[in-house]
């Protein structure tokens, strides 16, 4: 394997790890919104609610009005009050699922009662009216009804504090993850980094330079000690050594036996002039 397809991977790793990291982010980033999603869903449950709650007590009161009124006329701005006071509570009705059947329909009576109500105040007579409504039993019931749509409400409002805790424990968490993994894949990446460079460039490069020192020493056996498993880059170069350690070699042997045929011939003519 050569150099180039070394870096080429751990280029490839590194973008693995970059990719790694932006899913866990768009992962973490849909999993937030979705908590948030619910939480926004939970709070506006519990403000209608409480919404609801008051708009009973607002009919309520409205609804005391009519009956402390002198007469029909004078009742009418409190069942003009009251009637704008229902058509909410209806309205929010209708935008209240999570309200449970049986809250649902203490409210539907509790409009038709109030509505009956109107009627009798501003139709037919005060004493009507009051007769109809300001009785302890009907109180008794309207005060259960309310009761019930408050404990209805707090239960909501403690699964909204708990809902608004797990979204902040799994914010700190996911922070937490995301240090944990950046760092783990770091020194992942940098320890692998660090191996490849060591083991494929940082040490056959230093062995090729004392080859290259020991060749240029006369020692022509040194390009032969090429590792087993090395690079292409690295194996090439080793490749050129061993050609110029033998051309070297051959230069080498070439002049020795120039020296010898010089010396030789030195010989010859020293024993021609001797004799």
Sequence with gaps: MSIRSRFLALVAGF????????????????DYSRMLGQYAQRHETVRRAERLNGLVSA??????????????????????????NLSDIENLLTE?????????????????????????GTQVSIAAADKHGNDEVVRQMRMNYQADLGHWVDRHRRDLERHREEVRH???????HFVI?????????????????MTYISSPMQDLAQSIIRVSEGDYDAAKDAPAKSGKEISALW?????????????????????????????????????
């Design 96 to 120: 209240q699922p999570d309200l449970s059947p049986d809250l649902v329909q203490q409210t539907q009576a509790f409009v038709v009662f109030r509505r009956e109500l109107i009627r009798l």
């Design 59 to 84: 009919s309520v009161a409205e609804s005391r009005g009519i009956y402390l009124s002198a007469n029909l006329e004078a009742a009418k701005p409190f069942a003009a009050r009251l009637e704008r």
């Design 181 to 197: 993994a950046v760092s783990l894949m770091l020194v992942v990446m940098i320890g692998l980094s660090l191996w490849w460079a």
């Design 15 to 30: 973008a693995i790890m970059a990719l790694a990291i932006a899913m866990l982010g768009v992962i973490s980033i849909a």
């Design 239 to 275: 490749g050129a050594l061993a050609v110029l350690a033998e051309r070297a070699r051959q230069v080498e042997v070439t002049a020795r036996a120039e020296r010898e045929a010089e010396e030789k011939r030195s010989l010859e003519m020293r024993q021609i002039l001797l004799d």
């Design 170 to 176: 799994y914010g700190d968490e996911r922070v937490m």
